[in-house]
């Protein structure tokens, strides 16, 4: 089993619609998580930290279940803009600084549809 | 601020040449690495660095070589290139604290005929 696992798409969506997906990891000792964003032919960008307690920013929601192992990231209301590959991190154990780990899932790409 | 930089953009290699990537960050990170993503396979941690005079190995070192001799430069060799090292590369930095984001260059696309 992969350490991280996304499932690739493409998601298809129209604009004005709520998408979601998970990204799954295999280690349950993981510490933090996030959501990065990948316009095609650039470079990763930081989308959101992932809180145990879930974290809101404007239309973007993401969440984290520790018992089954897996992130979520939903958008509401989405935009043309909105049309990029989204990228799981996970950093697999204790942040110690000469011990980072980051591991990226493949991405799920998304596309908004007029 | 630049942010991080990474030169060249593009860059074609026979089997056998070697070549430096370069990556230059000017926010005073302590933590840089450097990734390869390939279709499929997500990035892959090639070397990292906590700071000047440190570097380690990440989960595919094979073929490449880095050093850190200052807090801005981080470069990567190829030593002798292969098609297997066709790739597109970024470059990354951190202030290397829980929780902190990434900062990534905007890639090398290489290819090695």
């Known amino acids: 089993r992969k350490e991280v696992e996304q499932d690739p798409g493409p998601f298809n969506v129209p604009e004005g619609a709520t998408v979601a997906f998970n990204c799954t990891y295999s280690n349950s000792a993981s510490q933090s998580f996030f959501w990065y964003r990948q316009d095609c032919r650039k470079e990763p960008k930081l989308l959101m930290s992932v809180y145990s307690s879930g974290n809101e920013d404007g239309r973007f929601t993401a969440q984290l279940n520790r018992a089954s192992q897996y992130i979520s990231l939903l958008i509401r209301d989405s935009k043309l803009s909105d049309s990029a590959t989204y990228l799981c991190?996970?950093?697999?154990?204790?942040?110690?600084?000469?011990?980072?780990?980051?591991?990226f899932g493949t991405g799920t790409r998304l596309t908004i549809i007029p | 601020n630049a942010g991080v930089t990474q030169t060249p953009k593009f860059q074609v290699l026979k089997t056998g040449q070697s070549m430096t990537l370069q990556c230059a960050q000017d926010m005073n990170h302590e933590y840089m690495s450097w990734y390869r993503q390939d279709p499929g396979m997500g990035l892959r941690l090639i070397h990292y660095s906590v700071g000047a005079g440190i570097t380690d190995q990440g989960e595919v070192p094979n073929g490449y070589n880095v050093s850190r001799s200052t807090t801005e430069d981080f470069p990567l060799r190829l030593l002798l290139a292969a098609p297997s090292q066709t790739s597109v590369y970024f470059c990354a930095s951190s202030s290397g604290q829980r929780s902190n984001e990434q900062f990534f260059g905007p890639g090398t696309r290489l290819t090695v005929l």
């Open positions: 991190v996970v950093i697999p154990e204790a942040w110690d600084f000469g011990n980072e780990k980051l591991t």
